[in-house]
């Protein structure tokens, strides 16, 4: 797998907020480029995001699905973020893989991409999904 760069993508859940399909903002740095591999982050991880929200808990992590929109569908669709989660952490560590989950180039319009919970959560204080973007030009 060639990776040239990385991007670390933040999706913020306000305080609040109530629901269950949750999408991200757009993101200008990925437009046009190669998807090589993805992995996720919770609480358990990192502190906190870098622009200082927590991150989410290993319970809602565990029902959280990405569905990405690739060549004008939601041709990726639903993998369960823990399958992408890499980090062993924590006093109980939550599941973990090896390996980063690989992709062949595909090309991701993150507008119209989303996180999609098993079932519909109440955010009791504003927490972040954090997506790990490794990419070619």
């Known amino acids: 797998?060639?990776?040239?760069?990385?991007?670390?993508?933040?999706?913020?859940?306000?305080?609040?907020?109530?629901?269950?399909?949750?999408?991200?903002?757009?993101?200008?740095?990925?437009?046009?480029?190669?998807?090589?591999?993805?992995?996720?982050?919770?609480?358990?991880?990192?502190?906190?995001?870098?622009?200082?929200n927590a991150l989410v808990s290993a319970a809602n992590l565990k029902q959280a699905y990405l569905v990405l929109y690739i060549n004008g569908g939601e041709n990726v669709n639903r993998i369960p973020l823990i399958s992408i989660h890499r980090q062993q952490s924590g006093a109980t560590p939550s599941p973990f893989v090896m390996s980063l989950a690989q992709y062949q180039g595909q090309q991701v319009t993150w507008e119209k991409s989303y996180i999609l919970m098993g079932s519909s959560i109440t955010a009791a204080s504003t927490f972040s999904f954090l997506l790990g973007v490794h990419y070619t030009m």
Request: proline share 4%.
């Open 1 to 52: 797998m060639q990776t040239n760069k990385f991007e670390l993508v933040e999706l913020v859940i306000q305080t609040g907020t109530i629901g269950q399909r949750f999408n991200f903002p757009d993101q200008p740095k990925l437009r046009y480029v190669k998807l090589n591999a993805l992995e996720t982050f919770d609480i358990n991880d990192l502190t906190v995001s870098s622009t200082g």
